[in-house]
Nanobody
């Protein structure tokens, strides 16, 4: 069974940095995308950053230039380096992986890690 475990969240002052990690275990399929989402209270879940198996990355406009997504394929881990954090970055950050061939793709979610940025 595929499991995702996130870590690295916490409380940080505005302008600070955090690095989130998401370790994927139990996977026997091809990972197509690894993605970070976030959800703030009373707001819709939004995509923060995604990386394809090709290495292509994409970011939400709100985090471009401040966040960097990367992977360690040997460890089946995806990271999110967050710099110049702002109070509006406060949210639960969730990891998602898209696995499998086009005719049988599946999504898996982690439990989330809280990021709180104080002003």
């Amino acid at each position: 069974q595929v499991q995702l475990v996130e870590s690295g969240g916490g409380l940080v002052q505005a302008g600070g940095s955090l690095r989130l990690s998401c370790a994927v275990s139990g996977n026997r399929g091809r990972i197509n995308f690894m993605t970070w989402y976030r959800q703030a209270p009373e707001k819709q879940r939004e995509l923060v950053a995604t990386v394809a198996t090709t290495g292509t990355t994409s970011y939400a406009d709100a985090v471009k230039g401040r966040f960097t997504i990367s992977t360690d394929n040997a460890k089946n881990t995806v990271y999110l380096q967050m710099n110049s954090l702002k109070p509006e970055d406060t949210a639960v950050y969730l990891c998602n992986v898209d696995i499998g061939p086009v005719w049988s793709r599946r999504n898996y979610w982690g439990q989330g890690t809280q990021v709180t940025v104080s002003s």
